[in-house]
Each structure stands twice: as structure tokens, then as C-alpha cells.
């Protein structure tokens, strides 16, 4: 699900996913937020924590996204997972490397999460977002 809209010059979306794009920029993960995008799981408890107990499961709220940063030649997308004033990087990919050779952070593979995405599961939805282009691609112009 793509989060961003051109309402003129500006682009706006969601405040928390566009809050947790710009925490990825400000902490040096990605040099700019081009196309962010909501990744939604048939299990919704895919990413999540059961803050409550076994009898009594109260989950997380938490987001997975994807983030493109544009280049002339490639694109870069980060997965991520915004955890509410946190953020976790779960993997990495260069738009012109073959998909295995994207980058599963080591953090990722250490967090204790209900369900995580295997890393096949990351080379599929990787391909999925720009195979089906859910992030629209502009034109990138140099100045």
C-alpha cells in the first residue's frame, strides 16, 4: 500500500509511517525517503509482541514499510519496522543486485518478535514492491 500523495509541490502521508521515514533519514539508514509504502500481512500478528499474557494477548500496533531512496541508475530499499518511537531494520536491497544478495540485519534475526518473515519470504516481498512497482517510480532528474 502506497502511503505517499503529491497534493502539489508537497508530498504527504501518514504521520506515523512519515514520522518513521524521516527518523530512517535522520539516523542515516537511507539518504532520502522517494516512496514509502505499508507492507500488510495475512497474519496480522506478523512484526507484533503480545504485551499482555498467553490468556489475555494485547498486541503491538507495529508497522512494517518499505522505504525506496532513488538513484539515477538503482533504487535502495530499506524494510523496517516502526515500533512506536523505535525503528528496526529488518533487511536492505540494491534494485540492480539479485535478490538474494539483499542484506538481513543482524538485529532483525536477534529481536523476539510472534512471527518473523523468513529470509525468503524478505527475497518475495522485496521483488513483489518493484516487480508491481507499489512504490511509483518518478523521474529523477540532476540538476
Known sequence: MNLLTEKGDETTGPMSPVLAGKELVNQGMI???????????????VHQVNE??????EWTGHD???AVHR???A???????DMGGKLLPVAMHFSDDPLYDAIITPIYKQKELHQKLTDEQIYELFDMVKRDKLIPKKEVVSA
Do not use: Q
Open 75 to 81: 533504487d535502495f530499499y530499506a524494510l523496517f519496522i
Open 64 to 66: 512494517t514499510l518499505v
Open 31 to 45: 539518504k532520502s525517503i522517494d516512496g514509502l509504502a505499508r507492507v500488510l500481512f495475512d497474519d496480522t500478528h
Open 52 to 57: 499482555g499474557s498467553k490468556s489475555d494477548p
Open 71 to 73: 538513484e539515477r541508475n
